[in-house]
């Protein structure tokens, strides 16, 4: 047995071997042996011969192609393909099947069963039979895979054409409709043949019993009419042509048979062969299974264990740079902050000094950039870096990130431009604080090595932005030192620097350009380089214009921030309120009307930096860092940042949690409360906001607690990270209390992860701030919280009386509201005396119904007053017609058919009635779409017009009309419960009868209003 060939790419399962069998017999009678084998070769076929003559394998398109054409052009004949093709209809090629199509088939059945089975020798192409009857098929072949000439074609032509010689007739005459030679996309043939000829003898002894009948009638041999005499003949003669014809059938096919048995029994022992070998083939492949399963098993084992060891690895990763990150934030938090404060307090320090305190805060500001740096990488590393998309400008953001550099641009001498070469992109969706960390990285990185010097005296820096190919790039470009060849395929590796020199030159911890490369792949784009040693180098970034071109497990699904509690100190002195009513056609009296202006005053304008100056730290930080850290840390708003001179604390280390200093009399400050296990940030945070706040301190969760309670604060400061209680769980126990739930909170951490904050906004926290922050922006946020808070309070107290004031409104109304109704309801019933209070009844009918199926309250409010309104259209019909006592006319019912339609027309004008509308005008549509006006089918009917035209109906069967009598109750269920699935809903039909199949409803008296009501019930 051949084995399949498994890494050639010839053996791909396209094309059955079965075809081969038919060029290979033709090219062996025209050639040999030898010939065929020199003509493989030739043709690169890599595949043994074994393989390609048996019938059972696959090959691809192109190999059998390669084949066919090689074989036609070493064969010595122009219509090779042809030939090949007509030997399909031989005993060599078809076998003992040729013996049992020519004794039980014909030349239709053989076209029919070999389409049908056409998928188990072609798996590119299908076949289409357009016609096929007894003598002639039209067929269309599509292929998927194009054909280079026009071979395959006549061997496929002559193949089908072959077919009728199986029993002796000539060949069918094919024509080639449609192909792709002549612009079509797929093959048309037509083939037309003869049939065989069917009791040949039983013709011939037909005819020549009928002559001899004539000739002994003629001779007078008969004394028989002339025409029994011939027909007695063609009878007799008939029979033994038919005995004849079936001796031959027989004999022949009992040839076949014979023949075909022998093709059995010969091919017994091949058979045998066949499944001894598949037997020792099966055995060997289970061996070779059990083997590699094993393998497999302990493979699986030891990526197991090793996956396990990696998960560990990376979650004590984590965990490290979770401590690495409080514990590096914290020192740096008191370095940096004390640092602001006083180079914004000592304006008149010695120049030396302003000088030192300069440097320590640029070099502070840049281990907490390279500290951000490698926390953006881990987080990358771990997969838990998230996308915030945002729509927005980049060009303007590009433009204010260049006017930020061009102070430290201009005290190097760099000329640093921004040019927009394709216009502002208005529908950009990205991070905008990913794409700020990439862009800033790369001027950076522009500025550091472009410095001005003998060669260079006018180095310069630009950045462009524009649209290209659908995607928003931008370039920095700089005449700096360039970058050999040699290292621009690894210039975006960790640590990997550029220099020519010790290593050193420049500076800068080699991880920069490797976070922003992994930064601009996390956004699905692309960042390139291209640079010229001595001259300079392009930066260049693509970005995809749209956030839907970044997977889904790449983005922050950041949740709606849940509402801030207001404070509830002065609730009992508040006005309590509560809709006792709620129409959903009301408009929406919840909402407060718009109070006075009383927003604060705008805080002061930041002083810019001056030009030339590196004093500014968030120009610094943006430049020498290269990315920026989480909060801006800027100098703006010196002047009144800090008030007097601050008072002495309590020791910390020796109370924990201090008593409150005295308070001057009149002095009434708010109460702040300090939480952390930092005893230095307390210090430090209690002296900043002790000028204008009574501070109290905490070191961890369960002291701020119980100092809450027993203070209540303003506002709570509170560290995330504490002993005993963190800070996230004193949030909760806060926000879990009705007495502390209205306080305000700002969380400090020194977790610069989004998901942490969105956890903490999510608990309930109003502000969150990362470690190190500046004072001035911290100082800001608490003074804006407990100003928001105020506002709120006010806010509140304000809504409360005004909500009082358009309840009243809303009562008023309504209550003219239902008057309206009520006069509508009395006009209608005043012009047909015959059905006074049939729209109450209907309406307490359909309530009743609307309850028994669970609909809402505003449905149900719907249902009532749909139904006291349904008949409203009857206010324009003539009053002869309603009141008619006997049977209306044709035209006379199209009018009343019309009521619905008025109807509508009536309520349309009333915008808080445009659902009830509705259900008016569709009240007389039936389930099965007979009704009017709009034919209306199923649940295509409004809800509540389904619901009314029940109780509708029953009202009118139950009550006197002026054409009849009331049907009585029993009558009534019975037609409802006939009608059911016709002309109603059948659910609401069921809950009606559950409600009344036994007991009559009972009313109250009519009129009423809305309020005296009463919902009946079965008695």
């Not at 020199?501 to 080699?510: A, K, L, M, N, V």
Request: hydrophobic share 40%; with cysteine.
């Amino acid at each position: 047995m051949t084995p399949v060939p498994t890494q050639s790419s010839d053996a791909v399962p396209e094309l059955s071997c079965r075809p081969l069998k038919c060029m290979f017999l033709s090219f062996r009678k025209l050639k040999g042996e030898a010939a065929l084998v020199k003509a493989l070769a030739d043709a690169g076929v890599t595949l043994p011969l074994s393989y390609l003559e048996n019938e059972s394998n696959w090959i691809s398109f192109s190999l059998s192609q390669r084949i066919l054409d090689a074989l036609s052009e070493q064969s010595g004949v122009t219509d090779f393909p042809r030939r090949a093709g007509l030997t399909l209809a031989t005993p060599e090629v078809l076998g003992f099947a040729y013996s049992a199509l020519k004794a039980f088939g014909n030349v239709k059945l053989c076209y029919a069963q070999t389409l049908q089975r056409s998928t188990s020798f072609n798996k590119i192409g299908t076949f289409h039979i357009v016609e096929l009857d007894a003598n002639h098929l039209v067929l269309e072949y599509r292929s998927t895979l194009p054909e280079p000439n026009n071979r395959f074609s006549q061997f496929r032509i002559a193949q089908f054409q072959s077919f009728p010689s199986i029993w002796g007739l000539p060949l069918a005459r094919a024509t080639e409709e449609r192909s792709p030679a002549r612009g079509d996309d797929f093959w048309r043939y037509r083939f037309e043949w003869q049939n065989r000829p069917v009791f040949r003898d039983t013709l011939i002894g037909m005819v020549t019993g009928a002559a001899s009948g004539f000739f002994l009638q003629n001779a007078e041999f008969l004394d028989l009419p002339m025409m029994i005499a011939a027909g007695s003949g063609a009878l007799i003669g008939g029979a033994l042509g038919a005995l004849l014809d079936s001796r031959r059938e027989l004999r022949a096919r009992d040839s076949l048979l014979a023949r075909q048995n022998a093709d059995l029994v010969a091919s017994v022992p091949s058979l045998t062969q066949r499944f001894e070998e598949i037997s020792e083939l099966n055995r060997t492949l289970e061996e070779k299974v059990d083997v590699r399963t094993s393998e497999l098993a302990s493979a699986r084992d030891k990526l197991q264990a090793a996956l396990a060891k990696a998960v560990a690895l990376d979650r004590a990763k984590t965990v490290f740079f979770t401590n690495i990150s409080h514990e590096l934030r914290t020192p740096l938090t008191l370095i940096l902050a004390p640092l602001e404060t006083a180079m914004a307090e000592w304006q008149e320090a010695p120049k030396d000094i302003k000088g030192q305190l300069q440097l320590m805060h640029r070099n502070g500001v840049r281990l907490l950039d390279n500290i951000n740096q490698l926390l953006d990488l881990s987080r990358l590393d771990a997969g838990r870096a998230r996308l915030k998309i945002d729509e927005f400008d980049p060009g303007e953001l590009l433009r204010s990130l260049v006017e930020a550099s061009g102070g430290l641009a201009r005290q190097r001498g760099i000329d640093l431009r921004f040019e927009n070469t394709g216009g502002e992109v208005r529908r950009f969706q990205a991070d905008r604080d990913k794409l700020e960390k990439i862009a800033l990285n790369l001027i950076g990185n522009a500025l550091k090595f472009s410095r001005k010097s003998e060669e260079r005296p006018h180095p310069w820096v630009v950045v462009r932005c524009g649209i290209e190919g659908g995607r928003f790039v931008f370039h920095v470009s700089d005449s700096g030192i360039g970058i050999p060849q040699d290292q621009l395929g690894t210039i975006f590796e960790r640590f990997s620097q550029v220099s020519g020199g010790d290593g050193r030159e420049f500076g800068g911890s080699g991880i920069g350009l490797a976070l922003a490369k992994e930064l601009v792949e996390f956004h699905m784009g692309t960042i390139s380089v291209s640079s010229i040693e001595g001259v300079g180098s392009t930066f260049t970034v693509r970005l995809p214009l749209s956030g839907e071109a970044i997977p889904d497990d790449r983005l922050d699904r950041r949740r709606a921030r849940k509402d801030v509690i207001v404070d509830r100190r002065n609730e009992e002195e508040r006005i309590k309120f509560q809709t006792v009513f709620r129409d959903p056609h009301e408009v929406d009296v919840a909402k407060p009307l718009p109070l006075p202006d009383r927003r604060s005053p705008p805080p002061p304008a930041r002083t810019p930096p001056p030009p030339n100056s590196l004093e500014t730290p968030a120009e610094v930080a943006r430049l020498n860092g290269a990315v920026t850290p989480p909060l801006a840390l800027s100098v703006a708003a010196r002047a009144d940042a800090l008030g007097p001179d601050t008072t002495e604390i309590l020791d910390a280390e020796s109370q924990p949690i201090s008593d409150p200093p005295p308070v001057m009399p009149g002095e009434d400050r708010p109460t702040l409360l300090l939480a952390d296990d930092n005893l230095d940030m307390l210090g430090f945070l209690s002296r900043l906001l002790q000028r204008e706040y009574r501070v109290l301190t905490a070191p961890d969760g369960e002291a701020a607690l119980r100092v809450v309670r027993r203070e209540h604060p303003a506002l709570v400061v509170s560290d995330i990270m504490m002993p005993r209680m963190d800070g996230y769980q004193l949030l909760q126990q806060l926000r879990g209390n009705e007495d502390t739930a209205h306080i305000p909170v700002i969380l400090l951490t020194a977790k610069n992860e989004l998901g942490q904050k969105i956890h903490g906004l999510d608990e309930g926290a109003d502000d969150y701030l990362s470690k190190p922050f500046n004072f001035l922006e911290f100082k800001a946020r608490v003074r804006q919280l407990l100003r928001n808070r105020e506002l709120e309070r006010q806010l509140a107290e304000k809504n409360d009386y005004l909500a009082k004031l358009n309840f009243d409104l809303v009562l008023s109304k309504k209550e003219v509201f239902l008057q309206t109704i009520e006069a509508i309801t009395f006009a209608l019933e005043a012009k047909d005396t015959y059905t006074h209070g049939h729209s109450y009844r209907v309406s307490v009918l359909a309530a009743s119904l609307a309850r028994e199926l669970k609909l809402s309250e505003v449905e149900i409010e719907r249902v009532r007053l749909s139904a006291l309104l349904h008949d409203v259209g009857k206010i324009g019909i003539r009053e002869g017609i309603l009141n008619k006592p006997g049977r209306l006319t044709g035209e006379e019912y199209a009018e009343i058919q019309a009521h619905p339609e008025i109807g509508g027309r009536i309520l349309d004008g009333i915008s808080d009635l445009k659902e009830v509308t509705r259900c008016v005008r569709y009240h007389h549509e039936s389930w099965d779409g007979t009704g009017y006006p709009g034919k209306l089918t199923g649940k295509e009917i409004p809800l509540e017009s389904r619901v009314i035209a029940v109780a509708d109906t029953y009202d009118a069967m139950t009550s006197d009309r002026a054409y009849r009598k009331g049907l009585g109750h029993a009558r009534a269920i019975h037609e409802i419960r006939e009608y059911a699935g016709r002309q109603f809903d059948p659910e609401m039909a069921r809950a009606f009868l559950r409600l009344y199949e036994e007991r009559a409803p009972v009313f109250p008296s009519f009129p009423s209003a809305f309020s005296a009501w009463a919902v009946p019930g079965p008695r």
